[in-house]
């Protein structure tokens, strides 16, 4: 209602609380307004919250689960590791063992051998023999080694000389020419049944040897024999 006085307007006023009540209204229709337009549009678009956030859960649920077996799976990883560590270590020491026992074996199959050929001997030899040579490379260069036997019923005791000779082919000499003798290693022995005589082969670094002349003397018998010097690229006996 608006009173007229003169050119006067007068105007009723409006309450600031209601005015403020007007503008908090507005505020919350725009703000609901925007919520419930933005809600309609995940709606339209086929986004849903709820089952976002579901979905949210289970996939950290799944991650908790997953990094307790990936903890599981190192811990059995470590102890499968572990094991075979050892496993490997034990193999090492069997083979090792084993490789030991095979070479006991041998070593006692060759003496074996060696027994029933100085008996053997007796029925048939007539004096000392020479049973076996070897050339055996070592670490200081070469070795000889010498089993020399006599009849086991002659149950005797007897001085033997044994004198190794090694022929070669010196510097400097061509290959049609003649061997000499390099090395003579000459040795007194001593034994009832048999002996295995050991020594050293000291050869020049300059001669390339070819073969060892064994001449053994006992009494009135001697014996001789040739043998090939090994090659040196050959697998052969070591000491």
Partial sequence: MVNHIGDLVVR?????VARYGLIAAGVAFAVLGGAGLFWWGESVAGYDVGRA???????RTRIVRLRHEVKRLSAQLAMSKRLLQSGNVAYAALSAALKKSDERRMHLKERVGFYETVL???????????DNFQVI??????RYRLVLVQPFAANRWTYARVRLTVQG???GRPSGASTAS???TPRVVHFKYFDEVRGPL????????HKVMVRVVSGGRVVTHSYPWPNPTSPGPHE
């Fill in 182 to 184: 390099l090395v003579d």
């Fill in 53 to 59: 956030a579901h979905d949210e859960a289970r996939a």
């Fill in 120 to 130: 053997g001997a007796s029925k048939a030899a007539k004096g000392l023999e020479i």
């Fill in 169 to 171: 082919q010196g510097a």
């Fill in 202 to 209: 000291k050869v020049p670094a300059n001669v390339i040897p």
């Fill in 12 to 16: 009723r006023r409006v309450s600031p």
């Fill in 137 to 142: 490379r070592a670490s200081s260069g070469w």
